[in-house]
């Protein structure tokens, strides 16, 4: 590695608010990736994209995932997922590199289908999973793991919509703010709402109805600051979302926290 190359590495790893901003980015990128990957055994490639995205950011210089090892590696050495566990469990996981080393080869393979591409998915999202961890190993605070931009629910929509959003984007609750502070609703309540002994004509009215002219039952949720730190966050939490606001105005939601997040 150039010097220039190994403070870009360091500096990822520093205080600063711009490094951290590169962190969250590339943690958010794998995430999406990886997420997709999940949904369909066979996809592979969005998590290889982000790879060498992250790869060339850090080499300084465009090349291909076998000239990006030593500093993705280096990277992922920030998380007890890369060596330490992977000795301690070998039955349960593999080192990095070695994982590292099955999804380049695949990568570079002629066979991308069935079995193969399941296997190199699988490896692809375990990467993933390291590098996420290694990425978010010194980061302390909500807003660093919040989901950010949440879809909300408003008052002035149908159920439908509301129903619509939950089942597109498979979330089971949806921020709302009433009487001055947020709330959930959940896709338990909307389902008991709509599904409760009801004719088709019924359901049909109920669909058709605004949130704030039903009687789907909100849920209280704990809401916090995006600067409040993780460990006073997670005191007391009955696990429901959380609603993270910025620390002036508690109107204003900028994400969603889940033990799924912290994970």
């Not at 066979?42 to 060498?52: A, M, P, Q, R, S």
């Not at 591409?117 to 290694?134: F, G, M």
């Amino acid at each position: 590695m150039t010097d220039e190359q190994v403070k870009k590495i360091k500096f990822l790893f520093s205080r600063k608010v711009q490094a951290k901003e590169q962190k969250i980015y590339f943690r958010d990128l794998f995430r999406e990736a990886r997420v997709k990957a999940q949904s369909n055994s066979e996809n592979f490639e969005d998590i290889i994209f982000v790879l060498e995205k992250f790869g060339s950011f850090l080499r300084c210089e465009n090349g291909d995932l076998g000239k990006y090892a030593p500093y993705i590696c280096k990277v992922a050495e920030k998380s007890s997922l890369s060596i330490e566990i992977p000795k301690k469990s070998p039955e349960f996981h593999t080192d990095f590199t070695s994982l590292y080393d099955l999804v380049k080869d695949g990568r570079n393979s002629a066979m991308h289908e069935g079995v193969f591409a399941r296997n190199l998915t699988q490896h692809a999202v375990e990467i993933s999973l390291v590098l996420e961890d290694a990425l978010m190993s010194n980061e302390k605070k909500a807003k660093d793991f919040m989901m950010r931009n949440p879809v909300c629910a408003f008052d002035w929509q149908p159920l439908s919509f509301i129903r619509q959003n939950m089942l597109s984007n498979s979330f089971s609750y949806l921020p709302i703010f009433r009487d001055n502070r947020w709330k959930l609703v959940s896709d338990l309540n909307m389902s008991k709402y709509l599904r409760e002994s009801l004719s088709k004509a019924e359901r049909r009215k109920r669909l058709s109805q605004k949130l704030k002219d039903s009687r789907v039952e909100l849920m209280e949720t704990k809401i916090v600051s995006s600067t409040d730190e993780i460990k006073q966050v997670i005191k007391n939490w009955d696990g429901l979302p959380i609603c993270v606001t910025l620390k002036n105005s508690s109107e204003e939601i900028v994400g969603i926290l889940t033990p799924f997040d912290l994970l």
